[in-house]
């Protein structure tokens, strides 16, 4: 009786979670519709094609190498103990797709679950990098950099800080229950470094150098985009969640939800943070842009990730109060990027995840200081160093670094930025000339063929 009780609960968990990341997806698609209508209107379905195409790239990275990484590097930079665990994800593997696979104890294995949400954190990072660089780096130059992004550095950070036996929480304590802030952290970094490289868009520069706002084409867009990002989180937060695990609390053993890292979580708690963190960004960005929506739909950002570190421990009114602060602090720290290195950065990703990301972790490594990050007593508890540190390592050792020198390469090649006509036309303009000259061309070749026809039957 009790095995088919458990097997109810695993069926019913396992439902759930699919569910909850199809409901997921919604945060990477949102930020889609955010950046494009974040673009000019002469760009509108250049940047969407884009940034969409990046979801089935993102599989074929991800699938081909990017989970391979992710399992050999677990223990570290170096490879120690981690190729033991590669032969779950080769391509050719047998652990992933349809079918009830077993181990060798003959107890049921699948990382189906597992690469899915793999598939949406790295889908979810290359969007961040393709908003910030919009409307004048090449298609084949941003597709290398999201190889680079998704296939290695988003797999080296999951890795490292995301898994139960990462080395960041293992030695150090690191802590991020939900998995978004690592991902924030890294891909704001990685376009930072981009940036510094692509230069900012042709018609956002003034004679003396300085960086001129352009407004986004459709704000309502913006604001569609932004609130599905948000809805996108309620669905990561149960697609990352164990929601069915036993686990001993005192003498007795109880069924209860747990974090990826082994340690007891409340779906329903983390879910009122994020209700609470959103209603204190939108209320101080209200107060910085003057009631304007489409503006105050895109700082709702910094409040969110910068508390989902804490989430599940955090009560609201602390959660309320730290995204107000980190709203303001994140947009200011914008507008000194902007002002200091003529930085055009079309979706505000830097700042919106890459700082954001990055003074979270700090400040829950200090409001969590002494909590168990794990269930495992030899690991570390969470303080200030261990996630100063990691934040240090996401932010410029697996973002900006790889970002920075990749940029540099592919610019030598040729292939990072627009020729500078397509820029001012747009992309669209070419995408329709392309399209009247193919139009033109088989309109001739149908002629041709008719006179041909005709001088047959003569």
């Known amino acids: 009786m009790e095995n088919e009780i458990d097997a109810i609960r695993t069926l019913i968990s396992e439902g759930v979670s699919v569910l909850a990341l199809a409901l997921a997806l919604a945060a990477p698609a949102g930020l889609c519709i955010a950046a494009s209508g974040s673009g000019r209107f002469r760009n509108r379905f250049t940047n969407l094609g884009w940034i969409v195409i990046l979801l089935p790239f993102n599989f074929?990275?991800?699938?081909?190498?990017?989970?391979?990484?992710?399992?050999?590097?677990?223990?570290?930079?170096?490879v120690t103990d981690g190729f033991q665990s590669a032969w779950r994800a080769v391509p050719w593997g047998d652990v992933l797709g349809p079918g009830f696979h077993r181990t060798e104890s003959g107890a049921p294995a699948s990382d189906n679950q597992d690469f899915l949400r793999f598939v949406v954190m790295g889908w979810l990072a290359s969007t961040v990098l393709a908003g910030a660089?919009?409307?004048?780096?090449?298609?084949?130059?941003?597709?290398?950099?999201?190889?680079?992004?998704?296939?290695l550095c988003v797999a080296l950070g999951m890795a490292w800080g995301w898994t139960g036996q990462g080395w960041m929480v293992v030695l150090m304590g690191y802590h991020d229950p939900l998995g978004v802030t690592t991902i924030a952290t890294l891909s704001g970094g990685f376009a930072l470094g981009v940036l510094r490289v692509l230069g900012p868009r042709i018609a956002s520069v003034d004679e003396r150098a300085r960086v001129l706002s352009i407004d986004p084409h459709s704000p309502g867009m913006v604001i569609a985009g932004q609130f599905m990002f948000f809805v996108g989180l309620f669905g990561l937060c149960v697609a990352t969640t164990t929601l069915v695990t036993p686990v001993t609390l005192g003498e007795t053993q109880e069924i209860v939800s747990t974090t990826v890292y082994g340690a007891p979580l409340d779906p329903a708690?983390?879910?009122?943070?994020l209700l609470a963190a959103a209603s204190g960004s939108l209320l101080m960005a209200a107060v910085l842009t003057r009631a304007d929506i489409s503006r105050s739909s895109v700082l709702i950002i910094p409040g969110l990730i910068g508390t989902l570190p804490a989430a599940d421990f955090l009560n609201p009114l602390q959660t309320f109060l730290l995204a107000m602060f980190l709203t303001w602090a994140c947009r200011m720290s914008g507008a000194w990027l902007e002002r200091r290195f003529s930085l055009d950065d079309v979706t505000v990703s830097v700042s919106n995840f890459g700082f954001a990301g990055f003074w979270g972790l700090v400040i829950s490594g200090v409001l969590l200081w002494g909590i168990p990050t794990s269930a495992n007593p030899e690991f570390v508890h969470i303080n200030p160093f261990g996630n100063t540190t990691a934040a240090l390592i996401l932010f410029w050792i697996l973002g900006f670094v790889p970002g920075h020198i990749a940029a540099r390469i592919i610019r030598y090649a040729g292939g990072l930025r627009l020729d500078r006509v397509t820029e001012l036309a747009g992309g669209d303009l070419k995408m329709m000339r392309e399209a009247e000259l193919s139009a033109n061309a088989a309109y001739q070749r149908e002629d041709r063929l008719v006179v041909e026809q005709l001088e047959e039957r003569v």
Request: proline share 2%; glycine share 16%.
């Open 60 to 78: 074929v990275v991800l699938y081909l190498f990017g989970w391979t990484f992710l399992h050999v590097f677990t223990a570290g930079p170096g």
């Open 133 to 151: 660089i919009l409307e004048r780096a090449k298609l084949g130059g941003l597709l290398l950099l999201t190889t680079l992004l998704s296939g």
């Open 269 to 273: 708690g983390v879910a009122l943070n």
